[in-house]
Nanobody, 113 residues
């Protein structure tokens, strides 16, 4: 197992930016797909972005061109840079080690209009 700790959430106005971080307790990125998910009130948790060990990335259509997933293997940290934020991006964002099935505790992102 691995512990994942997210940080970087907060309250931002529409059009603003935030960068989320997910720190892993050990080195896993070379063998694990990493994902950022989000869950808004009353909605199902959805995959927002994913990065493979080779660096291939995937984004849900609603965030393409606005969000960027990246990782720093030396720091065991995955990032989600979120630009041009919209009120509909408001949710709790979770980091997920896909192959290990490990979730972080989540970080709240609130975008005001």
């Amino acid at each position: 197992q691995v512990q994942l700790v997210e940080s970087g959430g907060g309250l931002v106005q529409a059009g603003g930016s935030l960068r989320l971080s997910c720190a892993a307790s050990r080195s896993i990125f070379s063998i694990n797909d990493m994902g950022w998910y989000r869950q808004a009130p009353g909605k199902q948790r959805e995959l927002v972005a994913q990065i493979t060990p080779r660096g291939t990335t995937y984004y849900v259509d609603s965030v393409k061109g606005r969000f960027t997933i990246s990782r720093d293997n030396a720091k065991n940290t995955v990032y989600l840079q979120m630009n041009s934020l919209k009120p509909e991006d408001t949710a709790v964002y979770y980091c997920y080690a896909i192959d290990l099935g490990s979730w972080g505790q989540g970080t709240q992102v609130t975008v005001s209009s």
